[in-house]
């Protein structure tokens, strides 16, 4: 059946560190993958998506994410947090023209001063 | 200005009552979903629609019911509330391939 895990369930990091979130899915075909973050009492928006070609995608407020088909991982990834980037981050894998999304479980951001 | 909208934002219903969730969207978009969140996890789909006056069966559709009156207008309705419905709901509409998320309701079934 088709997944994604997010192994982490809270990442705390220094602010100006970098950062890495983990995201594995489990899909035999073709994926489409998106990270999504919601904000404390905020709801959902997209910070990047991945469908083809170059395996590192960019997205908004300088986070990226690379796609591995080798280890089915979609990791995100930003050079330099900010006390702002406080936020839990999903890992969505899409598998339809429906669009019809699998959810990750989230990971919590902390950032410390 | 919002271009999704959820009434209420919380509420606290009494378990064997009816609920019903609203959302509003000025997207012009014509997919609609209705997810649940609960705590520490992801969403899972509950209903989404297409079109006005049909809906769909997500994951987990059961003891929810789905309305599409009009374009613009989704709602979820709990018939008879459980305490397992307790979560935050959240409406989302999309274009292409991108959702766009109401800013959620948080249902308390005691």
């Known amino acids: 059946a088709q997944s994604v895990t997010q192994p982490d369930a809270r990442v705390t990091v220094s602010e100006g560190a970098s950062l890495q979130l983990r995201c594995k899915y489990s899909?035999?075909?073709?994926?489409?993958l998106f990270w999504y973050v919601q904000y404390p009492r905020q709801g959902l928006q997209l910070l990047l998506k991945y469908y083809s070609g170059d395996p590192v995608v960019q997205g908004v407020n300088g986070f990226e994410a690379e796609f591995s088909k080798s280890n089915s991982s979609f990791h995100l990834r930003k050079a330099s947090v900010h006390w702002s980037d406080s936020a839990v981050y999903f890992c969505v894998l899409s598998l339809d023209s429906n669009y019809q999304l699998i959810w990750g479980s989230g990971t919590k951001l902390i950032i410390k001063p | 200005e919002a271009a999704v909208t959820q009434s209420p934002r919380s509420k606290v219903a009494v378990t064997g009552g009816k609920v019903t969730l609203s959302c509003h969207q000025t997207n012009n978009h014509d997919y609609m979903y209705w997810y649940r969140q609960d705590t520490g996890h992801g969403l899972r789909l509950i209903h989404y629609?297409?079109?006005?006056?049909?809906?769909e069966k997500g994951d987990i559709p059961d003891g929810y019911k789905a309305s599409r009156p009009s374009q613009e207008n989704f709602s979820l309705i709990l018939e008879l509330a459980s305490l397992s419905q307790t979560a935050v709901y959240f409406c989302?509409?999309?274009?292409?391939?991108?959702?766009?998320f109401g800013p959620g309701t948080r249902l308390t079934v005691l």
């Open positions: 989302a509409s999309r274009i292409r391939d991108e959702q766009y």
């Open positions: 899909y035999s075909g073709t994926p489409y």
């Open positions: 629609s297409y079109v006005a006056d049909s809906t």
